[in-house]
């Protein structure tokens, strides 16, 4: 099985601000997915294939990686951004998600 | 794209429950289907997969005790729980595809005696 490793656990961010999620994965992968969860709400797809916007996903997000090192991007923090973010594999059965990282507006 | 999510409830060790997916708004039999959970206050955990021509892949976790199935006529998906644990207890979502694109609001299970 493949083990995904976020970090930061925990981060704030301010108004503005560019944020960077990591995404470590225990051996290599072909791809990474992003998904944003806010509280009490179900988890929206963000970024698929390491790079590619969900649709209707705002431009300040972004992602990056190859092989076992992956990131998500928020340019401009925005107050509607806090929440929490999760990497997720399926280059391998089974499919993998991070711990998450819980993203808080400063 | 709607997915609806419905059977959640209380249970107790050791027996069954059935989970539903009702999809509307694409083309329900063209697609792979999840089931992923998310225990009280913890991550996202992958449960079971089924693609389009009804192939099935399983956590180990829950291998032997659930079963995923479809049935297209009925745009519908299912996930037949047995033999539940206390550590099953948690939020069953349902979402479309390999990527995951698309995500029902969940369906509540409580495995408690």
């Known amino acids: 099985e493949i083990v995904l490793t976020q970090s930061p656990t925990t981060t704030a961010a301010s108004p503005g601000e560019k944020v960077t999620i990591t995404c470590l994965a225990s051996?290599?992968?072909?791809?990474m997915y992003w998904y944003q969860q806010k509280s009490g709400a179900s988890p929206k797809l963000l970024i698929y294939?390491?790079?590619n916007l969900a649709s209707g996903v705002p431009d300040r997000f972004s992602g990056s990686g190859s092989g076992t090192s992956y990131s998500l991007t928020i340019n401009t923090m925005e107050a509607e951004d806090a929440a929490t973010y999760y990497c997720q594999q399926w280059n391998n059965n089974p499919y993998t998600f991070g711990a998450g990282t819980k993203l808080e507006l400063k | 794209v709607q997915l609806v999510e419905s059977g959640g409830g209380l249970v107790q060790p050791g027996k069954s429950l059935k989970l539903s997916c009702s999809a509307s708004?694409?083309?329900?039999?063209?697609?792979?289907m999840h089931w992923i959970r998310q225990a009280p206050g913890k991550g996202l955990d992958w449960v079971a997969y089924?693609?389009?021509?009804?192939?099935?892949v399983y956590a180990d976790a829950v291998k032997g005790r659930f079963t995923i199935s479809r049935d297209n006529a009925k745009n519908t998906l299912y996930l037949q729980l047995n033999s539940l644990k206390s550590e099953d207890t948690a939020i069953y979502y349902c979402?479309?595809?390999?990527?995951?694109?698309?995500w029902g609001q969940g369906a509540s299970v409580t495995v408690s005696s």
């Open positions: 294939s390491t790079s």
């Open positions: 051996s290599s992968v072909n791809n």
């Open positions: 708004g694409f083309t329900f039999s063209s697609y792979g």
């Open positions: 089924i693609s389009s021509s009804s192939g099935t």
């Open positions: 979402a479309r595809s390999q990527r995951m694109d698309a």
